[in-house]
């Protein structure tokens, strides 16, 4: 493994980590609040955009990386993220409704959306092993999504398509994007997700304002998930293919599903365990192996 590789590998770990916390406290919100996906995301992602706007405003240099962002990368941080906004709030509607355990695998088939997207854009072949990975992934999936009690099949179904739409702007990213920049990216983001979900949530009649302790949560986890993790996760995207990016955070579904059982009393099922060890076990199939590039 090269130093290049061992970098973008702790930067996923980190990532991981910080979207973990995330998960965890806006699941808890959703426990505790009546509280809409998209109003949660916006006041979140609202209060941290607010609080790291001095961090980048008050340097020269950042305020010109911030520019140079813009003006390089611009169309496919737009796209990107209309992508990504989309995933989140179908996301979201899904964790209300559904045990941390169970969402936090199915999101993880993200790995698997980028593979399929390597072989059809990018020229990659699918090899035998990864043909067995997903063939396992499916059925772990089947074995999730059917979980009587702790995920329905509306809510199993929008958590797959959110993790395509998540998988598109990693695709996106490794395609027109030779170097990015990540806090940059992850600061303009902020912002398109700010003006997204208040359209959102003005178009469909929910704009609603919860209790400021209840914003000071979101925007805590906010600044861990939304920015801290995904600065580290763009940062990632210049030392590993598209394939390798969610290697480390195959970690990350182990360590919510027993927050949940600890925290949360989400009930320790078998089918759950099974389900998810098969989907993490397929995962690392498709993961852990030398692509070739179809000639």
Partial sequence: MTGNEKKGYFYVFLTGVFFAFEVIGFKEVFRRFHLSPEMAAFFGVGFAFLVVTPFFLSSAKRRTKVILTIRRDGLILLIGTLSNAM????????????????????IKTTVLYNVILGVVFLGER???????????????????????????????????????????????????????????YAYLRLFLLCVFFLLYALGIGSFAFPEWQTIVILGFCSLLGYFLGRAFYFEAHNYLPISKLNATLLIEPIFLIFVGILFMKEPVDLQKLGGGAIILLGLYLIVFHKRKVKT
């Fill in 126 to 184: 699918f090899k035998d092993r990864e043909v067995f990975g997903i063939i396992l992934s499916i059925f772990g999936i089947y074995l999730i999504s059917t979980l009587q009690g702790q995920i329905n099949l509306i809510s199993a179904s929008c958590i797959l398509i959110s993790a395509f739409l998540f998988a598109i702007q990693s695709y996106l990213i490794k395609k027109y994007i030779p170097e990015i920049l990540g806090l940059e």
């Fill in 87 to 106: 995933g989140i709030v179908l996301y979201y509607y899904a964790l209300k409704q559904t045990d941390l355990g169970p969402a936090a695998i199915l």
